[in-house]
């Protein structure tokens, strides 16, 4: 009898370390991770940048939570994330890089977490160095992580806005990058973009 409830508590331990080592470990691998150029203007379609600097392949984003894993389904059902490590001027002149996440509605929670090699204005989401023609932020990381309420997670567009990439200077848009996060049959004529890494 000994033996069964032992067993029971090794079954039950072990589940629990496996759950809390993939939402610590596996969770952050499903973010949708993409490349920013700016200036690229209004990304609607896919395209290839080329100018001072790597050629930039960007395109519209959209994430179907349908199609997410089991797991991610399963436990962590109401995040959603983005993440970036490539900011790169293709244009001809320094620029102050200022970022917006564009039409989130209020009651969607979102947690940005920024490393780089620039300094970088929490409050303002701006990078306070400029980024020279043919540069990229150095170090960079960006986590976007969506908190979605539940009673969107029935919705068949839950999110419908994008990242605005803007000049800190002048407030000129110079980049902006739909972001549409989408439930089954919403995304069928939508352009997939970004990767799960």
Not at 77 to 89: A, D, M
Not at 169 to 178: C, K
């Amino acid at each position: 009898m000994k033996t069964k409830y032992i067993l029971g508590f090794v079954l039950v331990i072990a589940i629990t370390l496996s759950l809390g080592a993939y939402s610590a470990t596996l969770g952050k691998s499903e973010l949708v991770h993409f490349w920013v150029a700016v200036p690229a203007g209004n990304v609607t379609a896919p395209m290839v940048l080329r100018g001072a600097g790597p050629p930039i392949s960007m395109s519209p984003i959209v994430i179907d939570l349908q199609s997410r894993g089991v797991l991610k389904n399963l436990l962590q059902p109401q995040l959603e994330g983005l993440s970036t490590h490539w900011i790169y001027n293709l244009g001809k002149k320094p620029v102050k890089v200022k970022l917006n996440l564009a039409n989130v509605p209020p009651d969607i929670a979102v947690d940005w977490e920024v490393n780089s090699g620039f300094e970088f204005d929490a409050a303002t989401h701006t990078f306070k160095t400029p980024l020279y023609p043919g540069g990229s932020v150095p170090n960079l990381g960006i986590d976007w992580v969506f908190h979605i309420p539940a009673y969107y997670m029935d919705e068949p567009v839950i999110y419908d806005g994008g990242l605005e990439v803007i000049d800190a200077d002048t407030g000129a848009v110079l980049t902006f990058i739909p972001i549409k996060f989408v439930n089954g049959a919403a995304s069928s004529s939508a352009t997939q973009g970004g990767s799960c890494h």
